[in-house]
Nanobody, 115 residues
Framework: QVQLVESGGGLVQPGGSLRLSCAAS????????MAWYRQAPGKPREWVAS???????NYADSVKGRFTISRDNAKNTAYLQMHSLKPEDTAVYYC?????????WGQGTQVTVSS
């Protein structure tokens, strides 16, 4: 069973930065796709950013230019660097990892952007 553990969330003021981490219990090289999603209270979960095994990245329009997704296969960890945070970025952020056969999710980490 693969486990994904997110960390790095917290309370930050508008305009601030956070870096989320997603530590996997097995080599992230085996995942052909990793992504971050988020879910705000009363809203559906939404895709934020993704990175393929070859390092190609994509971002939701709402975070483009502010967030950066990356992965370090040597550390079995994916990251989401977030800058210029806005109150509307407040949500629980979830890590997702996919192989050809399975789809794995972490438990989430809370990000709150507030003054």
């Amino acid at each position: 069973q693969v486990q994904l553990v997110e960390s790095g969330g917290g309370l930050v003021q508008p305009g601030g930065s956070l870096r989320l981490s997603c530590a996997a219990s097995r080599n992230t090289f085996t995942f052909n796709y990793m992504a971050w999603y988020r879910q705000a209270p009363g809203k559906p979960r939404e895709w934020v950013a993704s990175i393929t095994g070859r390092g190609s990245t994509n971002y939701a329009d709402s975070v483009k230019g502010r967030f950066t997704i990356s992965r370090d296969n040597a550390k079995n960890t994916a990251y989401l660097q977030m800058h210029s945070l806005k109150p509307e970025d407040t949500a629980v952020y979830y890590c997702n990892a996919q192989t050809l056969d399975y789809d794995y999710w972490g438990q989430g980490t809370q990000v709150t952007v507030s003054s």
